[in-house]
């Protein structure tokens, strides 16, 4: 419990100023970085990391993809229309190096994990402030779960995927996303005068709390299908930067699908 407390101190001080300069060319570089890493252990994790003819495009999508969500959000589009197609074409020139099963899984993995890093500088971009819910809502559920579990745990949520949790954990993950949205409207009412809706932010709140969750652990059942039990190390305690952005990953697609929405 301490060297995840130390880690997770330590890795927000680190990535705040991230944050702060998220209007300048840092923040989409630095998520660009934390996005080849995912890569990397998303890849290693289902295999075919190995096969440099799949790790290469899939790394360079991985850095592309941020950083046209700033420079321009239309190249998305046809990037992985062309990523689609090199997987496709793959098929026929690495016949003898690979196999069906093994595209499929890097496609999907690749489109999850790819444009899960690209939404939260398409979001952020498109909400300056708000675009900090996703990492509100991923952070502090996973915190008051971890604490409402351990103190208050006793019935399993998901015990054939993810042992440890639990509906008290769940249901303490959901309040304190509450809470902390809460606080977020008190903050940015006091700060820039913009007031909030405190109805729909806990509406928010629900829904992204159990996204959070969701991912997490869909996360659980992607490591469990592949027999690991972390996609890296890079964090002690904690894992790798997957482990730690499995539930950032999913909120971010779902803002940027529902700001799409609004848009059309």
Not at 66 to 71: K, Y
Not at 81 to 95: D, E, H, K, N, T
Not at 137 to 163: N, Q
Not at 209 to 232: E, N, P, T
Request: charged share 10%; glycine share 8%.
């Amino acid at each position: 419990m301490t060297k995840r407390i130390v880690t997770a101190i330590v890795a927000l001080a680190l990535f705040v100023p991230v944050l702060y300069f998220s209007g300048t060319w840092v923040y989409p570089a630095a998520v660009a970085l934390l996005s080849v890493v995912a890569v990397y252990e998303m890849l290693g994790c289902i295999g075919v990391r190995a096969s440099l003819f799949l790790f290469f495009p899939s790394a360079l999508l991985a850095a592309a993809a941020p950083l046209l969500s700033r420079a321009c959000p239309a190249a998305l589009y046809p990037l992985y229309l062309v990523y689609g197609l090199y997987l496709l074409f793959a098929s026929v020139l690495f016949y003898h190096k690979t196999d069906f099963a093994a595209l499929s899984k890097t496609a999907f993995t690749m489109l999850f994990v790819t444009f899960g890093f690209a939404s939260l500088v398409l979001v952020r971009d498109a909400e300056p402030l708000r675009y900090l819910l996703i990492f509100i809502a991923a952070w502090s559920t996973d915190t008051f779960a971890l604490f409402a579990g351990k103190f208050f745990g006793r019935r399993k949520l998901c015990e054939h995927i993810s042992p440890k949790k639990t509906v008290a954990g769940a249901v303490g993950g959901v309040i304190g996303c509450v809470a902390a949205f809460a606080v977020y409207a008190l903050a940015v009412d006091m700060l820039y005068g913009i007031r909030e809706n405190y109805l729909l932010l806990a509406l928010l709140a629900v829904c992204g709390s159990a996204v959070s969750m969701l991912g997490d652990l869909a996360a659980s059942v992607i490591k469990r299908a592949f027999g690991v039990k972390d996609y890296g190390n890079i964090f002690p305690g904690h894992g790798g930067v997957l482990d730690r952005f499995d539930s950032i990953l999913p909120l971010g697609i779902t803002a940027a699908a529902l700001l799409a929405v609004t848009v059309l």
